[in-house]
């Protein structure tokens, strides 16, 4: 059984944008960098799906309201509810 590679995110990076570039095909770029076809594919995904954070702006202040603030309060309203459900079964159970 052979044992599993791990690659570095610089290389994993290098390759993705190689396979972006399109200069060489993603059979080539397997062969070249020995590396299975389908993970290069996954790398350039990984590359084009998630880089979306690295251009929004940073100064950009959260518009009041946001879902992250909506999700809190949720959270914590959902918190609330448990910790008198469960003050309520350790008095009545206890």
Do not use: C
């Not at 990076?13 to 060489?24: C, H, Y």
């Not at 998630?50 to 309201?65: A, I, Q, V, Y």
């Amino acid at each position: 059984m052979s044992k599993r590679r791990s690659h570095s995110a610089k290389f994993k990076k290098r390759v993705a944008l190689e396979a972006i570039r399109e200069q060489l095909t993603v059979a080539e770029l397997a062969r070249k960098h020995q590396v299975h076809p389908s993970q290069i594919k996954a790398w350039k995904q990984v590359l084009t799906q998630d880089s979306d954070p690295l251009f929004e702006h940073k100064n950009s202040k959260p518009k009041s309201g946001s879902i992250a603030d909506k999700d809190r309060d949720e959270l914590l309203r959902i918190i609330g509810k448990l910790q008198v459900e469960n003050e309520y079964l350790k008095k009545t159970l206890g």
